[in-house]
């Protein structure tokens, strides 16, 4: 069974920066890869970023690309997003999840671990 709790999610300004983390319980993290999803309000919920469990290969959607940053580290058993020249349309929930194989899947339920969910709100 593995935990995650998010945070560093909240209200900024467009362009600013936010620094997601997710930690994670259990002893075998690293053997996880693990995604950020976001779901906006009437939107499905879509995989944003996503890392191997090394931390070797990732995964960022189009609209991300160039902004956002997923990164591990196995010895704190925490993944993070750390997203800059944030955009109004980036507002949404962000999840983390994990599981239990080497690489990320685009689909939610490809995921068996995830989080709570911390809100991101970017204003104009």
């Known amino acids: 069974q593995v935990q995650l709790v998010e945070s560093g999610g909240g209200l900024v300004q467009a362009g600013g920066s936010l620094r997601l983390s997710c930690a994670a319980s259990g002893r075998t993290f690293r053997n996880y890869a693990m995604g950020w999803f976001r779901q906006a309000p009437g939107k499905e919920r879509e995989l944003v970023a996503g890392i191997n469990s090394s931390g070797t290969s990732t995964y960022y959607a189009n609209s991300v690309k160039g902004r956002f940053t997923i990164s591990r580290d196995n010895a704190k058993n925490t993944v993070y997003l750390q997203m800059n020249s944030l955009k109004p349309e980036d507002t949404a929930v962000y999840y983390c999840?994990?599981?239990?194989?080497?690489?990320?899947?685009?689909?939610?339920?490809?995921?068996?671990?995830w989080g709570q969910g911390t809100q991101v709100t970017v204003s104009s």
């Open positions: 999840a994990g599981r239990p194989y080497t690489y990320y899947g685009a689909e939610a339920d490809l995921y068996n671990y």
